[in-house]
C-alpha cells in the first residue's frame, strides 16, 4: 500500500472515533451551505420481494400466484384501492398520509442478469452490463455537487466503502451496533494467521481445530452459501439498525456538512419460508420501517431538505416455489421518501401479472429504469445539472415523463 492509500485507509478506520466521540468537532461543525439538500441511499442486498411490500391486492393474479405467500387482503395496508403496503411497513404510514412517501412500481435494471453480485454491481455503478466502470454514482455525485468539499460530505453506514461510495472522493465509515467500532483481537490478520499457524501440528487438539473448523465451513457454507452471498456482508436489519438511524438522524439535525448517506442491509433472498403478513420477509421490513421512522423522527426539521431512496438489486419471481418462497425475478419496487416528495400516489407504468405480461413469462416486468427516478432526484432535489448529470449516470438518457412530478422543484 502506498502512502496515499495508507492515509485514506487510516481516516475511514478512525471516523467512528471522530464521529461519534465526546469531543467530535463534526457535531459542532455547523458548516454552511446555499444548497442544505441531503440524500439518503438504503440498498436492500438480496433482492427484496417488492411484490409483497407493496401488493398490487387489486389485482386477482397476485392472490393466485401466491396461494400462501401473498400477503391477506385482511392484513394489507391500502394505499390506493389498487395497491397496498406489507403491514411490517406499518410505522411508514404517517409518511404516506402527510403525503412525502411514494412508491415507484415495476422499477428496475434494464440488465436480465439474475446475479446478485453483477445486478448490485450494476445498481451501485449505475452504469448496468457495463462491468468496467471505475467508481460509485454517489461518489460521482459527491465530485458533481459543488465546492468545498468535507470529508463528511458522504456517511456510510458500515465497515467498509461499498462499491456505490467507492472512488476519488473520500468517503467517512460509522460501524452499525454499539460495539461494532471496537474490533476483536481474533479480526485482526496477523492474529489470525499465528491463531491457524498454533494449531496447524499432528497433535490431538490441533486435529480438532482443524477438523471442527473444516466440517463447521463447509456446513454453513452448503447451507447459507446463496443467501451469505446476496447479502455481500450487510448486517440484517435489526435493532442496530434502529439505534444507528437514530444516530445518523440526530448528526443531521445538527451539522448541515453531512450531505450524502449510505446504507446497506442484507437478509432479503427468501428463497425459502418467505411469509407473507408473518414470517421470515415481515421480520425484515419492521425493523427497517422502524428504522428509517426514527431516522426521519430524529433529524426533525432537516427530512424537508432530505429524500430517502430504497432499492434492491432486482425483485423476485410472481409465482411462489416449492418452499414456500421466491426466486430471483426481474421488476421490483422503489421506496421514494423526503420533505419535497409528492407523495401518496404509486408512481410508474404498471404492466400487470397477467400470464402475457410476465417477463420472460415468470417476473414482474420493468417499466422504469432505475436510474430514471435517481435522476429526477439529483436533477430537482439535490440542484445537479445537466451537464454534470452525464457524468454521474453516464450513457443514460432521462425519460422524460410522471416521474418529475414525484419532486417538487
Known amino acids: 500500500m502506498n502512502r496515499r492509500g495508507f492515509i485514506k485507509g487510516a481516516a475511514a478506520v478512525g471516523s467512528a472515533a471522530v464521529l461519534c466521540g465526546p469531543f467530535s468537532w463534526l457535531a459542532r461543525a ?45 392484513s394489507i395496508i ?52 457495463v462491468k468496467s466502470t471505475p467508481d460509485g454514482w454517489l461518489n460521482r455525485l459527491l465530485a458533481a455537487m459543488p465546492p468545498p468539499h468535507r470529508p463528511t460530505d458522504a456517511l456510510n453506514l458500515g465497515p467498509v466503502v461499498p462499491r456505490i461510495l467507492s472512488g476519488p472522493m473520500a468517503v467517512a465509515n460509522m460501524p452499525m451496533g454499539r460495539g461494532a467500532a471496537r474490533p476483536l483481537p481474533l479480526d485482526r490478520p496477523l492474529i489470525e494467521q499465528n491463531f491457524s499457524r498454533l494449531y496447524q501440528g499432528a497433535d490431538a487438539l490441533s486435529r480438532a481445530f482443524q477438523e471442527g473448523y473444516q466440517a463447521r465451513e463447509r456446513l454453513l457454507g452448503e447451507l447459507a452459501r446463496d443467501m451469505e452471498a446476496a447479502d455481500h456482508g450487510a448486517p440484517h436489519p435489526d435493532r442496530a439498525f434502529t439505534d444507528a438511524c437514530a444516530r445518523v438522524g440526530r448528526l443531521m439535525a445538527r451539522d448541515p456538512s453531512i450531505r450524502i448517506i449510505f446504507a446497506a442491509l442484507g437478509g432479503w433472498d427468501t428463497h425459502v419460508n418467505q411469509g407473507a403478513a408473518d414470517g421470515q420477509l415481515a421480520n425484515h421490513l419492521r425493523p427497517l420501517g422502524d428504522g428509517l421512522a426514527t431516522l426521519i423522527h430524529e433529524m426533525g426539521p432537516a427530512y424537508q431538505d432530505t429524500v430517502i431512496l430504497v432499492m434492491s438489486e432486482f425483485g423476485r419471481t410472481v409465482r411462489e416455489n416449492g418452499n414456500g418462497g421466491t426466486d430471483h425475478g426481474h421488476g421490483n419496487v422503489m421506496w421514494v421518501a423526503g420533505g419535497r416528495v409528492r407523495g401518496a400516489r404509486v408512481y410508474g407504468r404498471w404492466p400487470g401479472l397477467g400470464e402475457a405480461q410476465l417477463y420472460q413469462g415468470r417476473d414482474l416486468a420493468v417499466t422504469t429504469d432505475f436510474r430514471d427516478v435517481i435522476s429526477v432526484v ?32
Open 30 to 74: 455547523a458548516a454552511q451551505s446555499d444548497n442544505r439538500a441531503r440524500l439518503v441511499v438504503v440498498m436492500l442486498r438480496g433482492a427484496v420481494d417488492g411484490l409483497n411490500v407493496v401488493p398490487p391486492h387489486g389485482e386477482d393474479a397476485y392472490f393466485r400466484a401466491r396461494p400462501s405467500i401473498a400477503v391477506p387482503p385482511a
Open 78 to 129: 391500502d394505499l390506493d384501492g389498487h395497491f397496498g403496503l406489507h403491514p411490517g411497513l406499518s410505522a411508514l404510514m404517517p409518511l404516506w398520509h402527510e403525503r412525502s412517501l411514494a412508491f415507484v412500481h415495476a422499477c428496475g435494471s434494464p440488465d436480465p442478469s439474475r446475479s446478485h453480485f453483477d445486478a448490485q454491481d450494476y445498481m451501485e455503478s449505475a452504469t448496468p452490463g
Open 378 to 409: 439529483l436533477r430537482r432535489h439535490m440542484g445537479i445539472s445537466p451537464f454534470h448529470l452525464r457524468s454521474v449516470l453516464p450513457g443514460f438518457d432521462p425519460a422524460p415523463g410522471e416521474l418529475d412530478a414525484m419532486i417538487e422543484a
